[in-house]
Nanobody, 125 residues
Framework: AVQLVESGGGLVEPGESLVLSCAASGFTFPLYNMAWVRQAPGKGLEWVSTITDGGLETSYADSVKGRFTISRDDAKNTLYLRLDHLKTDDTAMYYC??????????????????RGQGTQVIVSS
């Protein structure tokens, strides 16, 4: 079964940075496009970023472009999201996600069928 375990969240002040990690198992991680999605308090699920298998292509939501960086280490079956210049609006539960198919590529957060339990990011002064 697909298992995704996120870590690295925490409480930070505006302008600070965090690195989120996601340990993947139960599927052939190197073959799959991967994504990060988030859910802010009282809001719906929002797509954040996607990376292709092999990591050659990435895509970001406009709200995080230039501040967040997605990457992957296929040898470790691990996905990362570096969050720089954090804003209070970035406060959310962050989820690592994978689609049903290896080639899933979508800005619709609901398309990413499998998600982990999430890691909480709180940005507050």
């Amino acid at each position: 079964a697909v298992q995704l375990v996120e870590s690295g969240g925490g409480l930070v002040e505006p302008g600070e940075s965090l690195v989120l990690s996601c340990a993947a198992s139960g599927f052939t991680f190197p073959l799959y496009n991967m994504a990060w999605v988030r859910q802010a308090p009282g809001k719906g699920l929002e797509w954040v970023s996607t990376i292709t298998d092999g990591g050659l292509e990435t895509s970001y939501a406009d709200s995080v472009k230039g501040r967040f960086t997605i990457s992957r280490d296929d040898a470790k079956n691990t996905l990362y999201l570096r969050l720089d210049h954090l804003k209070t609006d970035d406060t959310a539960m962050y989820y690592c996600a994978v689609g049903r198919d290896t080639y899933t590529w979508s800005e619709d957060a609901q398309t990413w069928r499998y998600r982990g339990q999430g890691t909480q990011v709180i940005v507050s002064s």
